[in-house]
C-alpha cells in the first residue's frame, strides 16, 4: 500500500470549506484514494474514493491531482457534526485485507 | 435502510466464557468483515466473506469463528473468551464489485467487550 502524509491536525470554521490534504508520492496505477473518518467512539464512516478523476458525493469531493501524487478531501460546509478523524487511505480494491487507518487528521469544526 | 446493525452494544464476560456477536446488513452486500479495534490502534481484520457459504481468516482469525449462512448475516463466535480479545468489535460490508467498491465499506456502531 502506498504511505500517505496527512497534517495531524486542522481546524475549520462552522459553515466553512474544509480542506484536508493528503499527500501519496508512491501511489501505483491501480491503487485508489479512499477517504473515511471517524467520530470519537464510533465505527469508521466511508466518505468518497476514487482512482483518477476528481468525485463529489453527498458528502464530500474528492480532487486527486493529474499525477496521482496527491489528493484534497473537501467538505463544502463543515458542522460541528463533521468534527472527526479524517483517513486518507490508498490501497488496491481487494477484500482479503485490512483497511488501514494511517494517523489521519483531526479536523475540528469551530463555532 | 437500516444499513449495519450490531448486538450487543456492550459486554462483560468472564474468561472461558463464550459468546456470539451478531451482524446484519440490509444493503444485499456480498462482502461482510469483522474487525476488531484496540484502544489508539487501527483495525485488525479478524474474519471476512465473499458470500453466503464462503469465509476466509484474515489477520488475527486465533479464538474467533464465523458463519454466513445468509447474505444479510455474519455472527462472530467467541468460544473461550480471553482477556487479550478485550477490544471494541466492528462489523462491516460492502458491495463488493469493481471499481474500488470492496473498500467502499459502511461499518455497524460496534460491540465493546469486556473480558475480566
Known amino acids: 500500500d502506498a504511505k500517505t502524509t496527512q497534517p495531524p491536525s486542522m481546524d475549520c470554521a462552522e459553515g466553512r470549506a474544509a480542506n484536508l490534504p493528503c499527500n501519496h508520492s508512491?501511489?501505483?496505477?491501480?491503487?485508489?484514494v479512499y477517504w473515511y473518518r471517524q467520530i470519537h467512539s464510533q465505527g469508521p464512516q466511508y466518505i468518497i474514493h476514487?482512482?483518477?478523476n476528481n468525485e463529489t458525493n453527498e458528502m464530500a469531493s474528492l480532487i486527486i491531482t493529474e499525477d496521482r501524487k496527491s489528493s484534497t478531501l473537501i467538505l463544502p460546509h463543515a458542522t460541528l457534526r463533521d468534527t472527526a478523524v479524517y483517513y486518507c487511505?490508498?490501497?488496491?480494491?481487494?477484500?482479503?485485507?485490512?483497511?488501514?487507518f494511517g494517523s489521519g487528521t483531526r479536523l475540528q469544526v469551530q463555532p | 435502510n437500516a444499513g449495519v446493525t450490531q448486538t450487543p452494544k456492550f459486554r462483560i464476560l468472564k474468561i472461558g466464557q463464550s459468546m456470539t456477536l451478531q451482524c446484519t446488513q440490509d444493503?444485499?452486500?456480498?462482502?461482510m468483515y469483522w474487525y476488531r479495534q484496540d484502544p489508539g490502534m487501527g483495525l485488525k481484520l479478524i474474519y471476512y466473506?465473499?458470500?453466503?457459504?464462503?469465509?476466509d481468516k484474515g489477520e488475527v482469525p486465533n479464538g474467533y469463528n464465523v458463519s454466513r449462512s445468509t447474505t444479510e448475516d455474519f455472527p462472530l463466535r467467541l468460544e473461550l473468551a480471553a482477556p487479550s480479545q478485550t477490544s471494541v468489535y466492528f462489523c462491516?460490508?460492502?458491495?463488493?464489485?469493481?471499481?474500488?467498491?470492496?473498500?467502499?465499506?459502511?461499518f455497524g456502531p460496534g460491540t465493546r467487550l469486556l473480558v475480566l
Open positions: 462491516a460490508s460492502s458491495y463488493g464489485g469493481a471499481g474500488g467498491l470492496r473498500k467502499t465499506q459502511y
Open positions: 476514487g482512482l483518477k
Open positions: 444493503m444485499n452486500h456480498n462482502y
Open positions: 487511505i490508498v490501497m488496491v480494491d481487494t477484500g482479503r485485507r485490512a483497511l488501514t
Open positions: 466473506s465473499v458470500g453466503a457459504g464462503i469465509t
Open positions: 508512491t501511489i501505483s496505477g491501480n491503487e485508489y
